[in-house]
């Protein structure tokens, strides 16, 4: 693909907007093999169950499922590695910052194709409760309720 185009988006975490408030969202490079970046373009990429952690300075995308490149025989990655995050020093120590208070985590909410490169958008999240879940369920319901009135209204 050439630069300058966007695409896509190729893998989207549904669950982390229900599980988590999200505060922030940084966009951060993913580090891929040669396999795992074709994989990636295909939309192969299940990114529901990751989350990031820090080792040694460095931002780790943990859980994330990459299949395997079907033309790839013996040069296919591991599906489940780690993968490295590329971020800059002051938002890795921000981010570490954040998540040492309780409650707070990143997930990864989105991976796609920016300029010809994998791009993972992650959030800064805190956990909900079981009672703020109910709610935004609610308000879902409540919203969809009234868009299918307008729309029905619009209609005569």
């Given at each position: 693909?050439?630069?300058?185009?966007?695409?896509k988006?190729?893998?989207?975490n549904?669950?982390?907007?229900?599980?988590?408030?999200?505060?922030?969202?940084?966009?951060?490079?993913?580090?891929?093999?040669?396999?795992?970046?074709k994989?990636?373009?295909?939309?192969?990429?299940?990114?529901?169950?990751?989350?990031?952690?820090?080792?040694?300075?460095?931002?780790?995308?943990?859980?994330?499922?990459?299949?395997?490149?079907?033309?790839?025989?013996?040069?296919?990655?591991?599906?489940?590695?780690?993968?490295?995050?590329?971020?800059?020093?002051?938002q890795?120590?921000?981010?570490?910052?954040?998540?040492?208070?309780?409650?707070?985590?990143?997930?990864?909410?989105?991976?796609?194709?920016k300029?010809?490169?994998?791009?993972?958008?992650?959030?800064?999240?805190?956990?909900k409760?079981?009672?703020?879940?109910?709610?935004?369920?609610?308000?879902?319901?409540?919203?969809?309720?009234?868009?299918?009135?307008?729309?029905?209204?619009?209609?005569?």
């Amino acid at each position: 693909m050439p630069k300058g185009t966007s695409s896509k988006v190729l893998a989207n975490n549904k669950r982390a907007s229900f599980d988590y408030a999200i505060e922030d969202t940084i966009e951060a490079g993913l580090v891929l093999t040669g396999t795992e970046i074709k994989s990636v373009r295909k939309g192969k990429i299940s990114i529901g169950d990751a989350f990031v952690r820090f080792d040694g300075g460095e931002a780790i995308l943990w859980n994330s499922n990459i299949a395997h490149f079907e033309q790839g025989n013996r040069y296919n990655h591991e599906q489940l590695r780690p993968r490295k995050l590329l971020l800059h020093k002051k938002q890795i120590a921000t981010l570490m910052g954040s998540v040492s208070r309780d409650g707070y985590t990143i997930v990864p909410l989105k991976v796609y194709i920016k300029n010809g490169y994998a791009k993972c958008l992650i959030g800064l999240g805190r956990g909900k409760k079981k009672f703020d879940k109910r709610d935004d369920l609610k308000k879902k319901d409540a919203k969809r309720d009234i868009d299918r009135a307008l729309r029905d209204k619009q209609k005569y």
